[in-house]
């Protein structure tokens, strides 16, 4: 009989949302840095030493690769990234997607000036 209630109980309190929900990391977790450290001109070889391997890569269309990142909270807000390269000739021609070049630096630069103003 009591471990009829309990497990009542706990099925219960599942629905509430009290137990703790672990938030998940899916895909390509790509760094500022990391962003930062492709430039025009390099070539296929070099950016998967930069990014890894890409999350997608078309059959049919070597020339661009897709990296693309879920993160879905406790709350179960869930928020995609994706970076796009492409290459020509196997040589990357330029990057496309939600990742900004220079945030790496510009981050480093905004810390660096509130620690001078403390």
Known sequence: MRITI??????SFAGCGWLYKQPVQQGNVLEAEQIDAIKPGMTKRQVTLVLGSPALQGAFRDDRWDYVSSYKDQDGNVEL????????????VRTEG????????????RENAEADES
């Open 6 to 11: 309990l497990a009542l109980a706990v099925v």
């Open 98 to 109: 939600d990742y900004e070049p220079g945030s790496a630096a510009e981050t480093v630069e």
């Open 81 to 92: 990234k994706r970076l796009t390269v492409v290459f020509e000739d196997g040589v990357l």
